[in-house]
Each structure stands twice: as C-alpha cells, then as structure tokens.
C-alpha cells in the first residue's frame, strides 16, 4: 500500500493512498495486506445481492451432496474481493477500470478459507487520448492461506499522472 501525507496547513497533513501512473514500474509485484477470510455470511449476502439462485452457494444439504461435501463460495465474490485488496496499491487513484481479460478461477474457495492477494504491473503507456494520464495493466492473482491459486485475472485501468488525480486538485480533500 502505498500511503503519504500531503501538507494542508502549518502542521496539519492529510493521509493519502494509491499510486500515480509514474509511480508503475512494469515486473513490479504488490502483495495487498491484510488477507480476508471469507465467511459464510460473506457468501450468503453477495449470492443474495446478485440474485444467484444455484443452490450450491447457500444450501447446505445441496452442498453436502456435491462434489465437493460442502457450499462453494460464489466466484465473484471471490473476483470483487480480491479487486478490493488491490485498490490502495493499484487503482485507489484510477479514474476508470477500463476493463478485465483472462479470467480464470483456478481451485474452489470455501467459507473459513483466508484469501491473500497480489498484483504484478504488466505494462503501462501513455494515454493517446488524454494527457496526464496513462493506462497501466495488471495481473491480479489471489491464493488461499496454504498458497493455492485461486483466481487470477488482468485490469487495465486509467491512472492520473503526478498532480492529475482529483485529490490533486480539491483543496478540502
């Protein structure tokens, strides 16, 4: 996480968090702290929210009877959270997540399981379009507590240069 103050007045700072596009460097590897473990409400409540009605995410005797002896955690939840593991290193200043590739979830996640992510910098470029910023591609890979692949998957996002990010520029922010 990449953490700073920024000067508002004598002797007073503002926390901030994130990275500016310079601030990439492409083989860089983040490992996003603290890990989550995932709970059975966890699952129950983004099952609901997304309306996902397949009986494997929530009914325990369904469960029982699977394959796997027990409820799967629903895939995007495990998507969304490790997403949110990688905001304040990767995207905490983004302007837009331009879009995701190569989605892939690799083993099941269970509730009790504890999820740790990391995201390696692919590329970055300047943006063609809009000076002052720059697209920046990462490779997201999360792993459960014993070091099991999980899901992992590529984010292009847009990044604001150095003095370009909204904060930059909101005095009371």
């Known amino acids: 996480m990449v953490q700073g103050w920024k000067a508002i ?6 926390e901030t968090f994130g990275r500016y596009f310079e601030d990439f460097t492409v083989g860089d590897v983040y490992e996003h702290r603290p890990g989550k473990t995932v709970t059975e409400q966890d699952n129950h409540l983004f099952t609901l929210l997304t309306l996902n009605t397949h009986p494997i995410h929530f009914d325990r005797e369904f469960g029982a009877a699977s394959e796997f002896g027990r409820n799967l955690v629903v895939s995007p939840y ?3 959270l490790l997403i949110g593991m990688s905001v304040t290193d990767c995207s905490q200043k983004a302007i837009a997540n331009l879009g995701m590739e190569a989605v892939k979830f690799t083993a099941p996640v269970f509730a009790g399981d504890t999820l740790y ?3 390696e ?3 970055k470029r300047a943006s063609c379009s809009r000076p002052g910023q720059g697209v920046v591609t990462i490779l997201t890979r999360g792993h459960k507590q014993t070091g ?3 899901c992992a998957f590529e984010r292009n996002m ?5 003095g370009e990010a909204v904060e930059d520029r909101i005095d009371n922010y």
């Not at 007045?9 to 503002?14: A, F, L, T």
């Not at 847009?158 to 150095?162: D, F, K, N, T, V």
């Open 117 to 119: 992510a990391e995201s």
């Open 78 to 80: 495990t998507l969304a």
């Open 158 to 162: 847009l990044i604001p240069a150095r």
């Open 121 to 123: 910098v692919l590329a």
């Open 9 to 14: 007045g004598p002797q007073r700072y503002r």
């Open 148 to 150: 099991e692949l999980v």
